[in-house]
C-alpha cells in the first residue's frame, strides 16, 4: 500500500530563539540526544525492512533535525531506498548543505522556512543558491508576523520564479483583508493558512493512508489526533488503518488539513505534498 508517514521523534531543542515558538533555543541533554538518535535508527531499520509497501516519509521534529548527524545521515540512507517514494524534513536550513550530494536527488526534499531577525537574508538565500546547485528539490516559507513582511518580499524577489514561497498563517493572528491580500501576492495559497478549516466529521485521510510515529513507534493517526492506533513495530497499527472522519472541530496546520479530504490539496501538491511543492510550480 501507499502510506505516508510523519515521524517525530524526542527531539526538541533548536538553534533558533523565535519568539513565535514555545521550543525556541531548548536544550536537549545528552541522554535525550542519544535516545533520539536511538530512536531514529530504529524508525529508519524499520523503513529499511518494510518491502511490502511504497513509503513517503516527513520528519517533523519539534526541534531542528538537521544540525544533528542522524538525522542527515538517516535521510541520505532512506533516499536510496527503492520503496521510499519520499523523504523530507522540515528545517530551518542552519545545517550545511554539501551531505545532501550524497543523497537521491529524485527523493530527497527539504521544507525550509525563513526566520527573519535569527539568520540574515544573505546567509539564507545563499543556502537555498545551495540546494539549487545541488539539485534538491525544496520549498520556502515564512511566519505571516506582520514585522516579516518586507523581508518575505526581498525573498520572494531574490529567489528564483519557480520556487515556491509559502506563508503560514502566524498563531492566533486574525488577518484583515488588506493584510490577506498582502500575503497572497506573495503566496496565491495563503487562503489555505489564514482560516482554520472545519474538520470534525469529516473525511481525512490520516489513520487510513497516512499515519504519524512517534519515538517509541506509537501509531496515531495524525500529530493532533493523539488516540493510539497500534505499534509500528509490533504492526499492531495495520489492523486499525480504515477510512475515518475527522474527531476535531478545526483544523489549523498544514500538515494536518493538506489530507483533508474536503480540501483539494491532493490536487494542488500531487507528488509534493510532504515537502509542500505545487504541483508545476
Not at 492566533?172 to 493558512?193: C, I, M, N, Q, V
Amino acid at each position: 500500500m501507499d502510506l505516508s508517514i510523519l515521524y517525530r521523534g524526542p527531539l526538541a531543542s533548536c538553534d533558533y530563539d523565535c519568539p513565535y515558538c514555545p521550543f525556541a533555543k531548548r536544550r536537549d541533554s545528552t541522554e535525550q540526544l542519544r535516545a533520539d538518535r536511538a530512536a531514529l535508527a530504529r524508525f529508519a531499520d524499520w523503513v529499511a525492512a518494510n518491502t511490502e509497501d511504497r513509503l513517503s516519509i516527513l520528519l517533523t521534529p519539534w526541534g531542528e533535525g538537521l544540525v544533528r548527524s542522524w538525522y542527515r545521515d538517516t535521510m541520505v540512507r532512506l533516499s536510496h531506498l527503492p520503496q521510499v517514494r519520499r523523504v523530507a524534513i522540515q528545517t530551518n536550513l542552519s545545517c550545511r548543505t554539501g551531505w545532501l550530494a550524497e543523497a537521491d536527488p529524485d527523493t530527497v526534499a527539504l521544507w525550509t522556512t525563513y526566520h527573519p531577525g535569527q539568520v540574515s537574508h544573505e546567509r539564507f538565500l545563499g543556502k537555498c543558491r545551495e540546494l539549487t546547485a545541488l539539485g534538491v528539490r525544496y520549498s520556502v516559507g515564512v511566519v505571516g508576523q506582520p514585522e516579516h513582511l518586507d523581508a518575505a518580499r526581498r525573498l520572494r524577489a531574490e529567489l528564483p520564479a519557480d520556487r515556491y514561497l509559502w506563508i503560514n498563517a502566524a498563531e492566533g493572528r486574525t488577518y484583515t483583508d488588506a493584510e490577506a491580500a498582502d500575503w497572497s501576492a506573495l503566496d496565491p495559497l495563503f487562503h489555505y493558512s489564514r482560516h482554520p478549516h472545519p474538520s470534525g466529521g469529516h473525511p481525512c485521510r490520516t489513520g487510513s493512508s497516512v499515519i504519524s510515529v512517534d519515538g517509541e513507534g506509537t501509531v496515531q493517526r495524525c500529530h493532533f489526533v493523539r488516540a493510539p492506533l497500534g505499534n509500528l513495530y509490533d504492526g499492531s497499527y495495520r489492523a486499525a488503518l480504515t477510512p475515518r472522519p475527522c474527531p476535531l472541530a478545526v483544523c489549523d496546520c498544514h500538515i494536518g488539513y493538506v489530507h483533508l479530504e474536503t480540501l483539494p490539496l491532493y490536487d494542488v501538491f500531487v507528488q509534493g505534498i510532504l515537502e509542500r511543492i505545487p504541483e508545476g510550480w
